[in-house]
């Protein structure tokens, strides 16, 4: 009986030792720590982790935005799926982005989503910026963050140029008129138009709204013939007249309508934190009036000052 008595206690023991020296082996695994690092929760530090900043434009919006066809990628871009890189893009709007990613030392990234999409806000994360020359609205302002305005365009109506009918933009109310769902055109026609800093005259009343996904089908269909399929088109000054230049059969009516101020937006149901980063796009957009950079693009793409009236717009009015 004492030899085994003595068997069981040892065994006990040696049983024991191994529990202890097992104990700092399996109590890391229990804390449930992984290899990899948690992603920053600040957005702006994520952005340069990556090292390139994700934009949101239009394909099909000159001279704000163009896709250029037939161009290869950089062998070193890190733009990935979907996501385009600059040298594919042309335009007043991707060169602002560019410069804007310089600044911020990370290499830009272009996406095309629809309009719609992203003025509705809720982005979950697939875009961090959208640079696409969005009008400032206080609507807008209930899904987005917006950024120092980096320019300001007037809206103009245009309609054939075999017209004669017309003479000034208030002859244009119960006509067809074509515009780009979702933008403050189709805002201005339906009498619900509200922009900061603006005074608005709704001289145009019960036009029939005609919706395009961008401003450059609603011309073309202009172009087609006067009132063959639209009477009318409202977009941005340089948009028109730009389709002009390039041959089309259009021509502008009166004076423009109103202003707009277009900044960059940013996701205000984002997951994570984008105060450092607003700022920090901001402070580069007011960088680049300062400098002169936007001046210069304004010039190169419009041939005329668009920017100087949206460095001095005061981003406190936003209370954002």
């Not at 030899?3 to 202890?20: C, D, F, K, N, Q």
């Amino acid at each position: 009986m004492r030899t085994h008595g003595i068997r069981m206690v040892l065994l006990l023991i040696v049983l024991l030792l191994a529990t202890a020296c097992a104990a700092p082996v399996t109590a890391p695994a229990s804390t449930g720590a992984t290899d990899s690092a948690p992603a920053p929760a600040d957005l702006l530090a994520q952005v340069q982790e990556r090292g390139k900043l994700i934009v949101s434009t239009d394909p099909a919006y000159p001279p704000q935005s163009e896709l250029v066809a037939n161009v290869d990628p950089p062998a070193d871009t890190k733009c990935t799926g979907d996501e385009r890189p600059a040298n594919q893009f042309t335009g007043f709007d991707i060169d602002t982005a560019a410069e804007i990613a310089k600044r911020l030392g990370v290499e830009v990234c272009f996406v095309t989503p629809d309009w719609t999409l992203i003025t509705a806000g809720s982005w979950a994360g697939r875009w961090d910026l959208s640079i696409g020359s969005m009008t400032i609205t206080p609507e807008r302002m209930q899904n987005l963050y917006f950024t120092q305005p980096y320019y300001t365009t007037p809206a103009a109506f245009f309609v054939h140029e075999t017209n004669t009918t017309f003479t000034q933009p208030a002859d244009l109310s119960g006509r067809r008129i074509g515009v780009c769902t979702g933008c403050t055109y189709e805002s201005f026609l339906d009498g619900t138009l509200s922009i900061p800093g603006e005074t608005i005259d709704f001289v145009v009343t019960d036009a029939e709204i005609v919706g395009y996904d961008t401003d450059v089908p609603a011309l073309e269909d202009l172009a087609l013939g006067d009132g063959v399929r639209l009477d009318a088109v409202l977009t941005a000054l340089p948009t028109g007249l730009g389709y002009i230049a390039n041959g089309g059969p259009l021509k502008q009516l009166g004076e423009p309508v109103y202003f707009e101020y277009l900044a960059g937006a940013i996701d205000k149901s984002a997951t994570t934190d984008t105060t450092a980063f607003r700022q920090a796009v901001t402070a580069a957009i007011q960088e680049m009036h300062a400098d002169g950079t936007l001046l210069a693009l304004s010039e190169q793409y419009y041939g005329a000052d668009l920017v100087s009236a949206a460095a001095e717009f005061d981003l406190t009015l936003l209370d954002q």
